[in-house]
């Protein structure tokens, strides 16, 4: 059964950092991409990142360019979102999603592409 943890979101003031987690179980890890995908309250789901486990390739959106970095441990089959310099509208449940990808591609930041799904973990930003 494929699981998808998240962890370590919580509230900080503009400016600050926060280090999301997301723990995966249940599937050969370096046959995936993992992507981060946020919603906000009255918002659609919007994709922030993602990183192919078998090329290493990422793909960002551009709200969140230069200041988001996603990385991969293999060894621990855990994906981390370092989100640095941010602002009140990346207020939102922060979710990872997993997929099998093509070691040929990069990955996307498309929310129907990704049939895996965490339950979230809430990001707060202060102005």
């Known amino acids: 059964e494929v699981q998808l943890v998240e962890s370590g979101g919580g509230f900080v003031q503009a400016g600050g950092s926060l280090r999301l987690s997301c723990a995966a179980s249940?599937?050969?890890?370096?046959?995936?991409?993992i992507g981060w995908f946020r919603q906000a309250p009255g918002k659609e789901r919007e994709g922030v990142s993602s990183?192919?486990?078998?090329?290493?390739?990422?793909s960002y959106a551009d709200s969140v360019k230069g200041r988001f970095a996603i990385s991969s441990d293999n060894s621990k089959n855990t994906v981390y979102l370092q989100m640095n310099s941010l602002k009140s509208e990346d207020t939102a449940v922060y979710y990872c999603?997993?997929?099998?990808?093509?070691?040929?591609?990069?990955?996307?930041?498309?929310?129907?592409?990704?049939?895996?799904w965490g339950q979230g973990t809430q990001v707060t930003v202060s102005s």
């Open positions: 249940g599937f050969t890890f370096d046959d995936f991409a």
């Open positions: 999603a997993a997929a099998r990808w093509s070691r040929r591609l990069s990955p996307s930041v498309n929310a129907w592409e990704y049939p895996y």
């Open positions: 990183i192919s486990n078998s090329n290493g390739r990422t």
